[in-house]
């Protein structure tokens, strides 16, 4: 099914989706061991499931527990939504935040202090993305960030003492390296059609100073003072002109660029700050011992911000409709979500056991989690970067669709087969014809 046809499928059946989980409802919830109905991805399922133990535990709930791989999850969910499954929690990206809270899927928690209270230890980045419309929609369990990594034997063997600054000596360090012969593309980009390519894009655009959509909603990637010009012309000479990054980029996924960077192949990369942990590991990495982290390099008008994501525990509008039913889910949120027993447990659990990152601020000074993270990287560089996370600026209901354009907009220009004014004009026309339209 394509984007667009389940945008307009999701508006034209939300009532129903609603009515039919609605009438659901009156019905299994009455029974008093009627188990809170709660689907996630399957990632971490030995950790949720442990959790899941501790809370049935401690309050003589139940949990239904059920998963679907990342790749079916969107479309599962569709699926149960619009068909009136039992569904009290879930796990929510940020991307879909919009869509599904359009679809009256999603119920707002800022009428529950219990949770709100913890934002004031969560990084705004998180918090804003999942904010839609004024109105906040879950606790975080998990978030993270573009990071920039170097390999820091390759700089010292080119005679550099010190990681680039800026986007500008990048490009320096790069020619460098490349005249040494030690690389032939100091910088890995993966620039790939995937899901992971708006994180890369909004990190470049970010710090080059520069938006793609401003607060109002309205395109401003094509306008020549918002910086996403400078980000797509740095990536377009980066390929064509020094050629530091290899024309390849458009085909590299995420997973392939880490491979490639840990193989010793490139002096620097982009990359989701947790595959720190992959790439200095000895079993998993050919340079392990050598990757710092750096801050994201500043454009000319820009800064060392980058991009952050989010994924948290949502509240179906089905059972905030029941107050006992609601009132059970909100115990079970903050106990993942927020403390667990006077704890951030479960977000800590993630961290020691699969390196997942995390939003609430208290657990950069844990002192387990200090020690575990310098086995491999700086946490003083993680938190110093986090902070300067903003959240993606183009999440909106037609989100899915125009991704599709502007990845094949920019990948037209990285291989010249188009101008970067036509691509970021093509992005911003896309935008501009889908938001007016919805």
């Given at each position: 099914m394509k984007q667009f046809d389940r945008r307009d499928f999701l508006k034209s059946s939300a009532a129903a989706a609603l009515a039919g989980s609605s009438s659901f409802g009156v019905l299994s919830r009455a029974l008093a061991a009627d188990p809170i109905n709660f689907f996630a991805w399957s990632a971490g399922v030995d950790q949720v499931k442990s959790h899941i133990s501790a809370f049935e535990a401690k309050t003589g709930l139940k949990v239904a527990y059920a998963n679907a791989p990342w790749a079916q999850y969107?479309?599962?969910?569709?699926?149960?939504?619009?068909?009136?499954?039992p569904l009290d929690v879930l796990w929510v990206s940020d991307s879909w935040l919009p869509e599904w809270a359009e679809a009256g899927w999603l119920a707002p928690i800022d009428g529950y202090r219990e949770l709100t209270k913890y934002n004031a230890e969560v990084d705004d980045f998180s918090t804003k993305s999942m904010t839609y419309k004024g109105k906040q929609y879950g606790l975080t369990y998990y978030t993270d960030y573009m990071g920039f990594f170097y390999d820091e034997q390759m700089l010292k063997?080119?005679?550099?003492?010190?990681?680039?600054?800026?986007w500008d000596e990048v490009v320096q360090q790069s020619l460098k390296i490349k005249k040494a012969g030690l690389s032939e593309y100091p910088m890995m980009l993966s620039m790939a059609r995937?899901?992971?390519?708006?994180?890369?894009?909004?990190?470049?655009?970010?710090?080059?100073?520069?938006r793609l959509v401003d607060d109002t909603g309205v395109a401003v990637m094509d306008d020549r003072r918002k910086g996403a010009r400078e980000a797509l012309t740095w990536v377009v000479d980066a390929v064509n002109k020094h050629k530091i990054v290899s024309p390849a980029c458009v085909e590299i996924g995420e997973l392939n660029g880490l491979k490639a960077f840990s193989s010793g192949q490139h002096a620097f990369a982009m990359l989701g700050r947790y595959r720190?942990?992959?790439?200095?590991?000895?079993?998993?990495?050919?340079?392990?011992?050598r990757v710092k982290q750096g801050l994201m390099?500043?454009?000319p008008n820009g800064?060392?911000?980058?991009?952050?994501?989010?994924?948290?525990?949502?509240l179906t509008a089905s059972a905030a409709k029941n107050k006992a039913k609601a009132a059970d889910a909100v115990k079970f949120i903050e106990w993942f979500g927020g403390k667990a027993d006077g704890k951030y447990a479960f977000q800590k659990l993630m961290f020691m056991d699969v390196g997942a990152g995390f939003a609430v601020k208290p657990l950069f000074k844990d002192p387990e989690i200090i020690k575990t993270y310098s086995q491999y990287s700086d946490i003083k560089m993680y938190e110093?970067?986090?902070?300067?996370?903003?959240?993606?600026?183009?999440?909106?209901?037609?989100?899915?669709?125009?991704?599709?354009?502007?990845?094949?907009?920019?990948?037209?220009?990285?291989?010249?087969k188009s101008?970067?004014?036509?691509?970021?004009?093509?992005?911003?026309?896309t935008w501009n014809k889908l938001r007016r339209r919805s």
């Amino acid at each position: 099914m394509k984007q667009f046809d389940r945008r307009d499928f999701l508006k034209s059946s939300a009532a129903a989706a609603l009515a039919g989980s609605s009438s659901f409802g009156v019905l299994s919830r009455a029974l008093a061991a009627d188990p809170i109905n709660f689907f996630a991805w399957s990632a971490g399922v030995d950790q949720v499931k442990s959790h899941i133990s501790a809370f049935e535990a401690k309050t003589g709930l139940k949990v239904a527990y059920a998963n679907a791989p990342w790749a079916q999850y969107r479309d599962t969910l569709v699926t149960k939504f619009v068909g009136g499954a039992p569904l009290d929690v879930l796990w929510v990206s940020d991307s879909w935040l919009p869509e599904w809270a359009e679809a009256g899927w999603l119920a707002p928690i800022d009428g529950y202090r219990e949770l709100t209270k913890y934002n004031a230890e969560v990084d705004d980045f998180s918090t804003k993305s999942m904010t839609y419309k004024g109105k906040q929609y879950g606790l975080t369990y998990y978030t993270d960030y573009m990071g920039f990594f170097y390999d820091e034997q390759m700089l010292k063997k080119a005679g550099i003492s010190a990681p680039p600054k800026t986007w500008d000596e990048v490009v320096q360090q790069s020619l460098k390296i490349k005249k040494a012969g030690l690389s032939e593309y100091p910088m890995m980009l993966s620039m790939a059609r995937e899901t992971w390519l708006i994180e890369f894009i909004s990190a470049m655009v970010f710090s080059h100073g520069g938006r793609l959509v401003d607060d109002t909603g309205v395109a401003v990637m094509d306008d020549r003072r918002k910086g996403a010009r400078e980000a797509l012309t740095w990536v377009v000479d980066a390929v064509n002109k020094h050629k530091i990054v290899s024309p390849a980029c458009v085909e590299i996924g995420e997973l392939n660029g880490l491979k490639a960077f840990s193989s010793g192949q490139h002096a620097f990369a982009m990359l989701g700050r947790y595959r720190v942990r992959t790439l200095n590991d000895p079993k998993q990495s050919q340079i392990a011992g050598r990757v710092k982290q750096g801050l994201m390099p500043a454009g000319p008008n820009g800064s060392h911000a980058t991009v952050g994501w989010n994924r948290f525990y949502g509240l179906t509008a089905s059972a905030a409709k029941n107050k006992a039913k609601a009132a059970d889910a909100v115990k079970f949120i903050e106990w993942f979500g927020g403390k667990a027993d006077g704890k951030y447990a479960f977000q800590k659990l993630m961290f020691m056991d699969v390196g997942a990152g995390f939003a609430v601020k208290p657990l950069f000074k844990d002192p387990e989690i200090i020690k575990t993270y310098s086995q491999y990287s700086d946490i003083k560089m993680y938190e110093r970067q986090q902070a300067l996370a903003r959240k993606k600026d183009v999440v909106s209901p037609w989100f899915g669709e125009w991704d599709e354009v502007n990845g094949t907009a920019w990948q037209a220009a990285i291989l010249g087969k188009s101008s970067v004014n036509d691509a970021l004009k093509r992005s911003a026309d896309t935008w501009n014809k889908l938001r007016r339209r919805s």
